[in-house]
């Protein structure tokens, strides 16, 4: 008498379409971290990027028109 035996989805060892199933899980989690690593790095760089211009933009300005101390006279 033969019989199939279900698999035991308990044991350690899986079929192979239990096997490609869960990688495929697996992989879908890692490409969606690195997708949200990648998108926290590029808002990062773009922060930066606008830190940097507007620091560059204040000391132009600071440049262009330089103060004065007016020192009042003393009668």
Known sequence: MDQQRE???NSNRSTPA???SKL???L???IIGFLILGGIYYQKHL???RLDAIR???ASTENANPTT???SEQP
């Open 69 to 71: 101390d007016i020192k």
């Open 18 to 20: 239990q096997f490609r």
């Open 7 to 9: 698999p035991d989805f």
């Open 24 to 26: 495929g899980t697996y």
């Open 28 to 30: 879908t989690g890692v």
């Open 47 to 49: 922060a930066t990027k």
């Open 56 to 58: 560059a933009q204040e």
